[in-house]
């Protein structure tokens, strides 16, 4: 059995988010043992699964990309949109688009301290849309 579905997401601010609960509520349908595939369907923002214990782990992913890739580059030339447009691209294909995580009695198998994030690379990255998928 496949479901899938299209969600909309609120807006978020730049930043690395939480939004596993938000997945939850969203995939009810997920019922016995299989995989979700959760997918972003952007170029400026990615998904990923890290800590979601301690806040200040969000706070260094933003730290440690921002030194890793820095806006306002002379050579950057995909600046059209902005100063954080082409920095905002290279961090998505370095964190990626999808993930999946295997459900095991209709439950995410998540370990202990792992969440799900929307990484929002954009200062003004609007709606996302996500595209959830579970196969079991």
Request: charged share 20%.
């Amino acid at each position: 059995m496949i479901i899938q579905k299209e969600i909309i997401l609120p807006v978020f601010k730049r930043g690395y988010h939480l939004i596993t609960d938000l997945i939850l509520s969203e995939i009810s349908e997920m019922k016995g043992n299989g995989i979700l595939n959760i997918f972003i369907k952007h170029t400026s923002a990615g998904i990923t699964i890290n800590e979601n214990a301690d806040y200040t782990v969000r706070e260094d992913f933003e730290s440690v990309f921002n030194h890793l890739i820095p806006e306002n580059q002379t050579y950057y030339k995909h600046t059209f949109e902005g100063v954080d447009d082409l920095p905002a691209h290279i961090k998505t294909s370095i964190i990626g688009n999808s993930v999946n995580i295997p459900v095991t009695d209709s439950y995410l198998n998540l370990g202990t301290w792992q969440g799900i994030y929307l990484c929002e690379f954009r200062n003004r990255g609007g709606h996302r849309k996500l595209v959830l998928t579970f196969y079991s």
